[in-house]
């Protein structure tokens, strides 16, 4: 049995912990906001069959689905042409749409369950990869020494700086994105239920998701200049209305009603970490976001998160022979890389008729 150190309680951290607990491990998980955090209240995400049925099997599947909103199709709108693609299940699973806050909260209660200690109000300052353990330090001075310590701490991971070396700072990507939601008449769109429908003018981009009873959730990716570190989060949807209406013509889309509609939208930066060289050794490495982050444009940063977690947590073993520890981490790097680009399946086009 090994001691196991996560920083970070996000998606991959959460996951990891109670995965490394199902195979006989001891986790712990520091995380740096407290316990009264609204864990991005404002975000949602859509989260893959795959990574839903991987859930599953810990234990989390049904209560996640419960309350989110299946999707199987997306559709691509640009230059007067639609593009659909189908999102097949997987293990008769599909993809749902979720509030974000509702997946931590399911991952946190399955901790609970499990045994894993969250340490809130703990910020990590440095790792010291040492012959026989590693050491986190924290702000407040604790010292936690463990067998294996892994970052999922995110784009702005503390862990991947000290343990890769060259660039490893998040980079802006030129995109500011708005998350939306309103619960008026889920018609107002006239979009169909269940499809992620995207519509694309010169170099923004709207995303809307017919939720039925839940309502409307949509968002908005400009291209502009970043937020101020101080300006990401929520804001009055009035303080956007000119920039979003400007950017997109009523011929594409009705953005003027969805902001009409929508009190509060939540906005961030779209970032990404640089390609690194590696996901550091063999006591200490990082996952999820602090490896690969990208732009939530991609919208792939929960199910690679999960990913990366089920694939580490068995490994995570001084025991394990090294060779194999490299191997099944180096297929982790390639398939993140490759999530990246990959095309929706089963795409068809058509032509459609703008309105006059």
């Known amino acids: 049995m090994s001691e196991v150190t996560i920083v970070g309680a996000g998606i991959c951290g959460l996951t990891l912990a109670i995965a490394v607990t199902a195979h006989g491990h001891d986790a712990t998980v520091y995380e740096r906001r407290d316990r009264r955090s609204g864990a991005e209240d404002g975000a949602y995400l859509t989260v893959s069959g795959r990574a839903l049925a991987d859930l599953e099997k810990l234990g989390i599947g049904p209560r996640l689905r419960s309350t989110g909103i299946p999707v199987h199709a997306i559709a691509m709108t640009a230059d007067g042409h639609t593009r659909r693609g189908t999102l097949p299940p997987t293990e008769g699973i599909g993809h749902h749409h979720v509030w974000r806050r509702d997946l931590l909260t399911a991952l946190q209660e399955r ?6 200690s969250i340490v809130h109000d703990a910020h990590a300052t440095a790792v010291q990869t040492l012959p026989s353990t590693v050491r986190l330090h924290l702000g407040d001075g604790r010292v936690v020494d463990s067998d294996v310590l892994v970052g999922c701490d995110g784009l702005s991971s503390a862990v991947r700086r000290d343990i890769v070396t060259g660039p490893t700072a998040p980079v802006y990507e030129g995109q500011v994105v ?49 937020l101020r570190p101080a300006d990401v989060g929520l804001h009055s949807s009035r303080d956007w209305k000119d920039e979003l209406t400007a950017a997109f013509p009523a ?6 009603a969805l902001v009409e509609d929508t009190p509060m939208l939540f906005g961030c930066n779209a970032e990404r970490v640089p390609e690194l060289p590696h996901w550091g050794g063999r006591r200490a490495m990082i996952l999820g976001d602090a490896a690969h982050g990208m732009s939530p444009a991609a919208g792939q ?47 068809s086009s058509t032509r459609v008729r703008r309105s006059p």
Request: proline share 7%; charged share 20%.
């Open 178 to 226: 708005l998350y939306g939601h309103h619960r008026g008449p889920s018609d107002r769109q006239e979009l169909e239920p269940g499809v992620l429908s995207f519509f694309r003018h010169e170099a923004h981009t709207v995303g809307v998701l017919n939720g039925g009873g839940e309502g409307i959730f949509w968002f908005a990716r400009l291209t502009r200049p970043a």
């Open 111 to 116: 901790c609970r369950e499990v045994g894993v």
């Open 251 to 256: 011929t594409i889309i009705d953005v003027r």
């Open 301 to 347: 940063g929960a199910t690679l998160a999960i990913a990366d977690a089920l694939t580490a947590a068995p490994l995570l073993d001084p025991a394990t022979p090294t060779a194999k520890f490299i191997s099944a981490i180096a297929e982790r790097r390639t398939a993140a890389a490759d999530a990246r680009r990959t095309p929706p399946a089963r795409s």
